[in-house]
């Protein structure tokens, strides 16, 4: 049931992502374009780049926004597949416990001791928290906080390097 719940949860970020990439490709388009006709597609001459760059600014609550809406959906999307393969391990190590057990019983040995160290070590891989993977790196900041961050702690490392 899980495992469904993921993939269908992967798959409506993958739709967003590719979603958002679009837009974003088709605003870029959008802001060197000039004029489009039947049969023909102007654009904007480079050589006149306070044009390009107005037109950009234009479309900069538009892109934003989307950008931000990628890197999230792109975030997301890659969590849900790191679960998804969380629970195929599970599901995998569920398989072949029973499949361990049954090889036991065919033993025709009466050693409960066999059995009790299939059973805890069984237990400790599946007692396992799929999402502990995903608290090391969540990765909730947006681009500008990173990129802040980024440059205070290159900043406290030249610090240290220079006394």
Known sequence: MIGIYTKLVTSSYSKLFYSSISVLVLVALLSITQEVGLFFIKFVEITDL????SNILYKLPIVLPVLWLTLFASKRRSESQRLQQEYAHKEALAKSYQNFKMQIEALDQSDPDLM?????????????NASDTLDKKHGDKSPMHEGVDGFLSAIERTKKAVS
Do not use: P, T
């Open 50 to 53: 306070s044009k390009l760059a």
């Open 116 to 128: 009790k160290k299939l059973l805890v070590s069984a237990i400790d891989a599946v007692s396992k």
